[in-house]
């Protein structure tokens, strides 16, 4: 059984982030969505209402599921049973940052690999904190984020 763990804030998640778990369905035997508890800003989404947005989701998929976690990626890694850590890159941009955070990783946790999908071209611009100021200031997320998450922000800004 080989396990792959997404992680990620995911506050809210977007089509982006489904397009790296949905490319870890068809390689991997079962996916772990990992949901970190206190992302360094403070987020939109409490973590159970990320969770419960995102099992919405990924109930497409019958080998995915969606935890929390706090404290080191590679320690929950270890405690899902993956040794592979999957990371969505949408440009260069991501790159720096995920570089670093790998590298970390690997010193930490030297069986524990991470590995990078290219998201697809046209959610190459999409990030979290976008949708969220898009969203604030009126404008149209429907493209951007799947119809529950878009619902939710509707809701919250209302
Ligand atoms: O969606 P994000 O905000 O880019 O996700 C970042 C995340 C949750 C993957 C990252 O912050 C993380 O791995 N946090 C766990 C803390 C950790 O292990 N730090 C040390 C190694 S870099």
């Known amino acids: 059984?080989?396990?792959?763990?997404?992680?990620?804030?995911?506050?809210?998640?977007?089509?982006?982030?489904?397009?790296?778990?949905?490319?870890?369905?068809?390689?991997?035997?079962?996916?772990?969505?990992?949901?970190?508890?206190?992302?360094?800003?403070?987020?939109?989404?409490t973590s159970d209402e990320r969770v419960a947005m995102l099992e919405e989701c990924c109930v497409q998929w019958d080998n995915v599921r969606v935890a929390t976690f706090q404290g080191l990626l590679v320690d929950f890694a270890h405690h899902v049973g993956a040794r592979t850590v999957?990371?969505?890159?949408?440009?260069?941009?991501?790159?720096?940052?995920?570089?670093?955070?790998?590298?970390?990783?690997?010193?930490?946790a030297g069986d524990v690999v991470s590995l990078f999908v290219a998201t697809k071209p046209e959610f190459g611009y999409l990030?979290?904190?976008?949708?969220?100021?898009?969203?604030?200031?009126?404008?149209?997320?429907?493209a951007l984020v799947p119809p529950n998450v878009a619902s939710a922000l509707k809701e919250r800004l209302a």
């Open 86 to 108: 999957v990371k969505g890159l949408r440009a260069v941009t991501d790159f720096d940052y995920e570089i670093q955070m790998s590298q970390m990783n690997r010193h930490l």
């Open 1 to 45: 059984m080989i396990t792959a763990l997404v992680p990620g804030s995911f506050d809210p998640p977007t089509k982006g982030h489904l397009d790296v778990v949905e490319r870890c369905t068809t390689l991997f035997d079962q996916v772990v969505v990992g949901v970190i508890l206190n992302p360094s800003k403070s987020p939109m989404f």
């Open 127 to 142: 990030s979290s904190s976008l949708v969220k100021e898009v969203a604030r200031l009126g404008g149209d997320v429907e």
